[in-house]
């Protein structure tokens, strides 16, 4: 069976880091996309960040470009997402993300399998 657990999210002061993790399980996902998206509270789930299968290329959302940073491992099957300098617009869900292809789309509808998400709440 195929899973995608998130963990790592939690309460976080304005300005401070925090790094999510991914782990799949089920089936290799060492040559598909990965990704994260996220939904705030009455909002829609927006994209974040995607990585190709190989983690040679990557894909930010404008509002987190060089305040986060996405990555794999495919050995572990597990992928990472850094994230800096943070505020309190990023509280949300973050929801872990595969695809069928190597491509690291932005288009939620690309990805097939999706991990329960985990909570990350900025304080002001």
Not at 44 to 66: C, H, L, M, P, Q
Request: with cysteine.
């Amino acid at each position: 069976q195929v899973s995608l657990v998130e963990s790592g999210g939690r309460l976080v002061q304005a300005g401070g880091s925090l790094r999510l993790s991914c782990a799949a399980s089920g089936r290799s996902f060492s040559n598909v996309a990965m990704a994260w998206f996220r939904q705030a509270p009455g909002k829609e789930r927006d994209f974040v960040a995607a990585i190709s299968w190989s983690g040679g290329s990557t894909n930010y959302a404008d509002s987190v470009k060089g305040r986060f940073t996405i990555s794999r491992d495919n050995a572990k099957q597990t992928v990472y997402l850094q994230m800096g300098s943070l505020t309190p617009e990023d509280t949300a869900v973050y929801y872990c993300a595969a695809g069928l292809s190597g491509y690291r789309s932005t288009d939620q509808r690309l990805y097939v399998y999706w991990g329960q998400g985990t909570q990350v709440t900025v304080s002001s």
